[in-house]
């Protein structure tokens, strides 16, 4: 089983060998057979975790219910938890098939029950929120339609997920890994106003910014942060509450702090945005904390990254539109040709410069890409 691993790890070639002579089968076998000997079960599941990383057609519904049945027969083994968690993550990844399958057989209640009984163990903690959050992917390109939505509303009514993890979030406070883990899960569940509303009463906005300010200076935890922050602020009362707990700082100042860093830079900029849409009240207090100055600087330093260039724009465009009064102040910092050269190198975020351009007041040209004339719409 050892070596086994051992190959499997070398490369996806020798797994998809493995994959082609009955490795699966075989390592699933003996899953069933060793389920009772720890030693024995924990050394397959390293093979079988091995085996599917990239696989994960080989799963099968005998696998799928094998190992829910694990869950329930270790539910008090945190490191047979843990095996079997990442087995279940690896074949849900690029699979929406199985992610379905998962969620029909019972496995949101399995992990929110998890979450529960193993609380204090901080390995477990996050391999749960990992496949929690790997149930609302959206990256099976075989499908038209995914369950990505639905999963992440269930995760919420039925597993009462976001009190779970915001109440872990108050128990991690001191372990930024476990918080970027949580973070991120939240990120992924907010996906109804209602959810970020409930995140908000049940404290959640003081508690990310709390432990975002306490650290700042790790990357990791500074990338969900400004993640989540941006999934909540779609929801107008969260905006003024970041803006009220201190948030605009704390995101100026990481993105100040890790100014070479492009998605730091990418997430401060489209959370500004986000913050500022449509509240001008907001943008006041953005702007007077010299906002213009961090998100120009970010176009400078990263002027080749079309990511970054396409949320300064937008958080440009946001912070002008409603409040024309702070025109002046980008174009006196020369934001006009930082986004003239971002409309040149990127192609791709033509609409997003040209709505900077218009909005600040700047000279643009708008193309008719289709006249009526019976042609094709220009591409």
């Known amino acids: 089983l050892a070596e086994l691993k051992l190959e499997c790890d070398k490369d996806l070639a020798v797994r998809c060998t493995a994959g082609n002579n009955d490795a699966y089968n075989t390592l699933l076998q003996a899953v069933e057979k060793y389920k009772d000997n720890l030693s024995l079960l924990k050394q397959t599941l390293l093979s ?5 990383n990239g696989q994960p057609d080989l799963l099968d519904n005998k696998g799928k219910e094998l190992f829910l049945e694990l869950l329930e027969l270790h539910s008090s083994n945190p490191e047979v938890l843990e095996l079997a968690l990442l087995f279940m993550r690896n074949t849900c990844i690029k699979h929406e098939a199985n992610r379905q399958s998962f969620v029909k057989l019972g496995l949101i209640e399995k992990l929110a029950s998890i979450l529960k009984t193993h609380r204090s163990q901080a390995n477990i903690v996050m391999v749960t929120c990992q496949t929690l959050q790997v149930l609302t992917f959206d990256d099976d390109i075989r499908v038209l339609f995914g369950q990505a939505h639905e999963h992440a509303k269930m995760i919420v009514t039925e597993g009462n997920a976001l009190k779970l993890i915001i109440d872990l ?3 991690f406070k001191e372990k930024p890994e476990v918080m970027s883990e949580l973070f991120a ?4 569940l907010v996906v109804r106003n209602e959810f970020c509303q409930a995140v908000m009463e049940m404290g959640g906005i003081h508690l990310i910014l709390s432990a975002f300010q306490d650290s700042i200076a790790k990357k990791d935890i500074a990338k969900q942060a400004l993640s989540v922050t941006k999934a909540l602020a779609g929801n107008d009362n969260v905006k003024e509450a970041v803006v009220q707990n201190g948030g605009v700082q704390v995101i100026l100042a990481a993105m100040t702090k890790h100014q070479a860093n492009p998605r730091i830079a990418e997430l401060g900029a489209a959370t500004l945005g986000a913050i500022v849409l449509r509240n001008e009240s907001n943008c006041k207090r953005v702007m007077e904390l010299n906002a213009h100055h961090v998100l120009l600087q970010a176009m400078k330093i990263h002027s080749q990254d079309v990511n970054v260039q396409r949320q300064c724009c937008m958080a440009i465009r946001n912070l ?7 025109c002046n102040l980008f174009l006196e910092l020369g934001a006009e040709s ?3 050269d971002a409309q040149r190198n990127h192609k791709s ?6 709505a900077a351009l218009r909005d600040l007041g700047c000279e643009v040209h708008l193309e008719e890409r289709w006249k009526g004339e019976n042609k094709g719409l220009a591409q």
Do not use: F, G, P
């Open 169 to 171: 979030c108050k128990d």
């Open 185 to 188: 899960t939240i990120s992924k």
């Open 320 to 326: 002008v539109a409603r409040t024309r009064e702070y």
């Open 338 to 340: 930082l986004i003239q």
């Open 48 to 52: 079988m975790i091995s085996l599917t």
């Open 349 to 354: 975020c033509q609409d997003e410069t040209k």
